[in-house]
């Protein structure tokens, strides 16, 4: 097969921990050519998709000690050539958020490419649709009470109810922007100011589960299917398990109760073309869908002794036939 990872700049990202150089070493090492591109190299010529191309080879990562290690020049990069994506049997649309202007209009792009030839994952038609947030929103039976909201009293008038809540900008990522609201703060009406940009822009406003003391889970689905879970647990005075703040990680499994979540929303998924996605759950309850570059592979194939990346790419071989 040959793949093309849009990503951010390779030189960026930790081999060690990013899931993109995981999907990546894995299809390396399965045998099939790897490209890499970025949203900025993306182009229409003649009605179709195209790309600045770059071929990479890896040097996979090992396990030393517990513990991910690389070497210092990890990746090599061949010659860039302009392409169409349609020369590809798998396009993955893995750039970070923000979900911006830049990225909605590479999503229109990539919709051009013709899903006979080429699957592109994940859909970009899904990844318009489903914002991290309130894509949750359609599976209100396994979610926390929660509201979305630019409205000062609003919020405050759910935040009394419910005694505690947890606040999120709608196009945040690893954690960023989340607050911990308290009804009796002294600081609430500015951090609401601030998170809505003075009543502009709504927030999503979540109870607070005391279980997240415990841990945020973070269950990789493909296909609908859960192939693997890593709990996040909250370090020092943190309240936020993310790995990106400082959140600690332990072995997972996945329970009866998340196992449901999972199947609450595969036909949802699977028909909005999200084939590969982050479920965090914290304490039996959904409380974000990731898709546009979820993470976790490498933690969890650290704890577990796997490698969920290969069973990734054998997916996708069956896919592609």
């Given at each position: ?8 700049p390779i030189s960026l ?131 926390p009470l929660t509201i ?174």
């Open positions: 097969m040959k793949l093309a990872f849009i990503i951010d990202l930790d081999p060690c921990h990013d899931t993109s150089v995981a999907l990546m070493e894995s299809a390396w090492l399965l045998g099939h050519g790897v490209w890499v591109t970025g949203i900025n190299n993306l182009s229409v010529i003649g009605g179709k998709a195209w790309a600045t191309l770059t071929p990479v080879e890896i040097t996979p990562v090992r396990l030393e000690e517990n513990r991910t290690v690389s070497v210092k020049d990890w990746y090599r990069l061949g010659e860039s050539k302009l392409m169409p994506l349609e020369e590809m049997d798998i396009v993955w649309m893995r750039k970070d958020p923000p979900v911006n202007t830049p990225y909605l209009y590479a999503t229109y792009i990539l919709d051009l490419i013709y899903a006979e030839t080429t699957k592109v994952i994940n859909s970009p038609a899904g990844l318009r649709n489903a914002n991290e947030k309130l894509y949750t929103l359609a599976f209100t039976e396994v979610m979305v909201s630019q409205d000062k009293n609003t919020i405050r008038e759910f935040v009394a109810g419910e005694g505690a809540a947890v606040l999120k900008p709608l196009g945040g990522k690893a954690g960023e922007g989340i607050l911990f609201l308290g009804p009796d703060d002294r600081n609430f009406n500015s951090m609401i100011e601030i998170s809505t940009k003075w009543g502009q822009e709504p927030v999503m406003v979540q109870t607070y589960l005391p279980a997240a003391a415990q841990g945020d889970k973070r269950i990789i689905v493909l296909n609908g299917e859960p192939i693997g879970a890593v709990n996040r647990v909250p370090t020092g005075k943190e309240f936020r398990g993310n790995m990106a703040v400082g959140g600690r990680v332990e072995k997972a499994h996945i329970t009866p109760r998340e196992l449901e979540i999972c199947e609450t929303l595969a036909p949802r998924l699977r028909a909005d073309g999200l084939y590969f996605v982050g479920l965090d759950v914290i304490g039996g309850y959904l409380t974000e869908v990731n898709v546009t570059s979820p993470t976790g592979i490498r933690e969890i194939d650290r704890l577990n002794d796997t490698s969920l990346g290969k069973q990734v790419i054998q997916w996708l071989e069956k896919e592609a036939v």
